[in-house]
Structure formats: C-alpha cells, structure tokens
C-alpha cells in the first residue's frame, strides 16, 4: 500500500520491484534502499526504489556510483584478476 508521500510498505515495495520480501530486507540491510519505521511498519519511498531500479539498469551499486565505478566492470577486474573468464 503507498501512503499519501508516496511511501510503499514493505510487501507492495517486494510487489513493486517484482522481487520477495526477503530481498527488501535484505537491500535495506545493505543501503540499496532506503527505509523507515512507522507506526504501521517498515515504509520504503518510491523514490529510492525507481533510483534502485536505475542503478541496476545502469549496472552500477551505490559504492560504484559514489566512487564514479560502474559496477560490473568491477566484478570483471575482479574476475580477471583471479583468471577467470569475465561474463
């Protein structure tokens, strides 16, 4: 359900993104997304989920946009630094 500031509970946020529940909790737990406690529960804005969106679309993470390092080629230096075959 989305709230007058165009907040999502947690349930409609997962429906949102087409994603479980357990990955909210899991992207709030590692600052992917943005959230708060209100008296009716967890609350997720809709902005941080359309800005979340647009990082995975970009193929960058909050770290990579801070630092100006899409994260994907990233992971491929990683990868080529161990010799494995980058995807």
Not at 46 to 54: E, F, G, N, P
Not at 68 to 75: D, M, Q, S, T, Y
């Amino acid at each position: 359900m989305r709230d007058d500031d165009g907040n999502l509970s947690k349930r409609h946020a997962a429906e949102w993104l087409d994603v479980s529940e357990r990955t909210i909790d899991r992207l709030r737990a590692e600052g992917e997304v943005e959230a708060f406690r209100a008296r009716e529960g967890v609350r997720i804005p809709l902005a941080s989920l359309r800005a979340y969106r647009r990082r995975q679309q970009r193929g960058r993470s909050p770290l990579g946009d801070r630092f100006g390092i899409p994260a994907l080629e990233a992971i491929r230096a990683q990868k080529a630094a161990r010799g494995e075959e980058a995807a």
